[in-house]
């Protein structure tokens, strides 16, 4: 997650000075003002996730988002793509027995942009999503009890305030069955549902 920020905040600085440096060239900023607008930036927020299944809890659990992300824009279309560390928690009950599953994620959605009106975009695309852990309470590893990989639809609105702030609302519904079925009890489909609200330095 360090590096992945460092990189980005490198990223962010060639960027400026090279823009910086065109101004002076005669015809280049004619030039630059015709290509895409490039953003860089880095996120933070909450998430809230559920996971589908006769046997667990219905309601969303709080959990944290965080990542940096990069974009290109021109005019009212763009495209965005993000690199995301997340957290979920679900509830698991069979009979009067309930034990909480805590995990952790790698989701990379990659999102195209429409300006609805001045600072407003809306976004859609898909997010491609990676578990790297999960541990129930007594923090045993119970990993192997899902499929590790997930693709989910994101829709969400992003708004662009003053100071280079941005916040932003999504809801995002995974598509694939993540039961690995290694568990004799748990033959039913398990799919993500989760809605995120975040804070954004762009």
Do not use: C
Not at 53 to 69: L, P
């Amino acid at each position: 997650m360090k590096h992945t920020i460092g990189l980005t905040a490198l990223l962010a600085s060639f960027l400026i000075t090279a823009s910086a440096s065109a101004q002076s060239i005669p015809g280049v900023s004619k030039v630059t003002k015709a290509l895409p607008k490039v953003d860089l930036g880095i996120k933070v927020g909450g998430n809230f996730q559920t996971l589908s299944g006769n046997n667990f809890a219905s309601s969303y659990q709080v959990g944290f988002v965080g990542g940096a992300f990069a974009g290109l824009h021109k005019d009212k279309i763009g495209v965005q793509a993000e690199v995301l560390i997340k957290s979920a928690k679900y509830t698991y009950s069979v009979s009067s027995l309930s034990s909480d599953v805590s995990a952790w994620y790698l989701d990379i959605p990659v999102l195209f942009e429409y300006k609805l009106i001045s600072r407003l975009w809306a976004q859609a695309g898909p997010q491609f999503s990676n578990m790297m852990s999960a541990k129930n309470n007594s923090g045993t590893d119970v990993k192997n009890y899902f499929n590790t990989s997930d693709v989910s639809a994101v829709i969400g609105l992003d708004a662009r305030l003053p100071f280079h702030l941005s916040v932003g609302a999504r809801y995002i519904f995974g598509f694939n069955d993540v039961n690995n079925h290694t568990l004799g009890t748990a033959t039913d489909t398990w799919k993500n549902r989760s809605y995120q609200l975040y804070l954004g330095f762009r």
